[in-house]
């Protein structure tokens, strides 16, 4: 059975910093992609960023660029969301997923197959 349990969330102020994790079992975690969604309130969910676990090419989305680090630790399982220089536009349920997926560039938001509960960010002004 597949599994992925977020922590990290929190409420911070504009310009604080949190970092989310996520830990995966029950999955071949180094022949996948691994990314971070988040979906605000009326919003749909968007990718935040994504990291292939075999190679460790990272992608990040053009909204949190210089800002986020998406990381992981292949001996843990777990895959890493850095967040700094938060803003209020920031606030969001944030979601890891996997994808069972071997080509270098991770898919786009339909390609992943397992998710987790999801994790509040709250960012005030």
């Known amino acids: 059975q597949v599994q992925l349990v977020e922590s990290g969330g929190g409420s911070v102020q504009a310009g604080g910093s949190l970092r989310l994790s996520c830990a995966v079992s029950?999955?071949?975690?180094?022949?996948?992609?691994m990314g971070w969604f988040r979906q605000a309130p009326g919003k749909e969910r968007e990718g935040v960023a994504a990291i292939n676990t075999g190679g460790g090419r990272t992608t990040t989305s053009d909204s949190v660029k210089g800002r986020f680090t998406i990381s992981q630790d292949n001996a843990k399982n777990t895959v890493y969301l850095q967040m700094n220089s938060l803003k209020p536009e920031d606030t969001a349920m944030y979601y890891c997923a996997a994808a069972r997926w071997l080509l270098e560039t991770c898919p786009p938001i339909a390609g992943y197959n397992y998710w987790g509960q999801g994790t509040q960010v709250t960012v005030s002004s």
């Open positions: 029950g999955f071949l975690y180094n022949r996948a992609c």
